[in-house]
């Protein structure tokens, strides 16, 4: 059993272990493999204090000072990615080869878009007339991040954080304890200063709570469900510190008459279902031409019975359990939702996934003749679910893409470049996809909407954790 009962404040591991338990559980098979810890206020009282005090002389270090140590994280965390790798597996159910080389990469990723934006991030730097404007860290971050991408959110908000000269306390989820702490091991080797870097386990109602309210926090960074993500914008409010957050989406993905279908069906059900459909950004709203529906939904469903479901540490396996039995109940209630509402099951469905046991399995499903106003084409189900809704002509599947409340990622197949980018242009979300095109890591990444609001990765990213400061000369 693994014991996470440990905390990393100002530098040193702080016994937690009489702090209440939760018992973790492997989603593959439903056993134990470990405890967490749940932490209180005063944990995250004492880590916001440890990082106050540190605030001051990290803050005042050089750029080049930072990204000299980020240069060592990234080192040691390149030599542990199988750890981390196998950390995901365990603790969310990640397949193998995704784990590896999507989610443990990710992190990675962040780590060097990071580094390389600090090439050309100036903090001091002339403006209008006499003004020189001047970047500096917003302060102490509360940084609270998920469990579907663990490492990915992880790296994404710490990297920046460090290079922008803040001090910060992450809570990361209570049901990926594991990788959370690998980084915290990392980032301690690598001689991260004392109280610049802090972690304490816990829940959102309580550790995530109190984080964002806390008066010395300066900024809360949050990814996580849009009603979560409300709840901490309220908690924050009367201190009236920043708040960008990575909230939900439901992100449409429009084939236009002219696409490469055969190409742009399998990329689109491939990216709904990757992960098991645990992506704030998957495609899972599927646009199509009216005439060519049944043909498209027909397609579908013989890629989605192509995937493997299955044991994640098989290589083998395409599309691992989902996180817990509470989310496989609210995925399965989803899909029932849906067929009660009249869409069209081609594949898939709400039955459980017998042969494979205890684990939280879900079969990838596939929903056709679905029409906007039904709630599996409104709602995020984050599971492995694509609804594939019809349009007429192309101002029709533009309205359908953008009527939803959030807009977090859109994607778009056309064999003219031009009108993919005509389209792209009015969908409303923070990141679009032409044609399966993957953007790198220093891209921008963010939402419009209900999807949050803030921008992570590379440059962007580093710019959210400073505040501008105008300086008047004579």
Not at 95 to 109: F, I, R, S, V
Not at 319 to 337: C, D, F, K, Q, T
């Amino acid at each position: 059993m693994n014991m996470f009962d440990k905390y990393f404040i100002g530098g040193k591991w702080v016994d937690a272990s009489a702090r209440p338990r939760q018992t973790l559980l492997n989603p593959a098979t439903a056993t134990p493999y470990g405890e967490v810890a749940l932490g209180m206020t005063e944990d995250v009282d004492a880590a916001v204090q440890t990082a106050r005090k540190a605030f001051s002389r990290f803050s005042e270090t050089t750029v080049e000072e930072r990204q000299t140590l980020l240069r060592r994280v990234l080192d040691i965390y390149e030599r542990r990615l199988a750890e981390f790798a196998e950390a995901i597996t365990t603790e969310m159910g990640a397949p193998k080869t995704l784990a590896y080389e999507a989610q443990a990469a990710a992190g990675a990723d962040h780590l060097r878009a990071t580094i390389e934006a600090l090439e050309n991030f100036t903090i001091e730097r002339p403006a209008i007339g006499t003004v020189r404007l001047r970047r500096e860290a917003v302060g102490v971050c509360a940084l609270i991040t998920p469990w579907n991408w663990p490492m990915n959110q992880i790296a994404g908000k710490v990297a920046p954080a460090i290079a922008a000269g803040c001090t910060m306390v992450l809570k990361p989820s209570e049901l990926t304890p594991m990788s959370a702490v690998l980084f915290a091991e990392v980032l301690e080797e690598a001689g991260v200063p004392a109280g610049v870097f802090n972690l304490v386990h816990g829940d959102g109602p309580n550790v995530g709570t109190a984080m964002a309210a806390h008066p010395l926090v300066d900024m809360v960074s949050f990814t996580g469900s849009t009603a979560a993500g409300v709840q901490v914008a309220i908690n924050a409010a009367p201190t009236v510190k920043r708040v960008t957050q990575e909230l939900g989406g439901k992100s449409p993905n429009i084939l236009l008459r002219d696409a490469d279908f055969s190409t742009a069906v399998r990329h689109a059900v491939e990216s709904c279902m990757e992960n098991t459909g645990q992506s704030c950004n998957a495609p899972t709203r599927l646009i199509v031409p009216a005439e060519r529906h049944d043909e498209i939904a027909e397609y579908c469903a013989e890629i989605a019975k192509s995937l493997r479901v299955g044991d994640p540490r098989d290589s083998k396996t395409d599309i691992g359990p989902v996180v817990s039995r509470a989310h496989l109940e609210r995925v399965r209630n989803y899909i029932e939702i849906g067929r009660q509402e009249g869409a069209v099951p081609v594949t898939g469905g709400a039955e459980p996934v017998e042969e494979l046991g205890a684990g939280y399995f879900v079969k990838p499903t596939v929903f056709a003749h679905v029409r906007p106003e039904m709630t599996v084409a409104r709602e995020e189900i984050f599971g492995p679910v694509l609804s594939i809704i019809s349009y007429r002509d192309e101002d029709e599947a533009i309205r359908i893409a953008n009527d939803t409340p959030y807009g977090l990622a859109a994607y778009v197949s056309s064999g003219d470049g031009e009108r993919a980018m005509r389209v792209a242009r009015q969908l409303r979300a923070g990141q679009v996809q032409i044609n399966g095109a993957a953007p790198p890591a220093a891209a921008p990444f963010g939402g419009y909407r209900q999807s949050g609001n803030g921008r992570e990765g590379g440059i962007f990213g580093i710019e959210d954790f400073t505040e501008i400061k105008a300086v008047a000369l004579p």
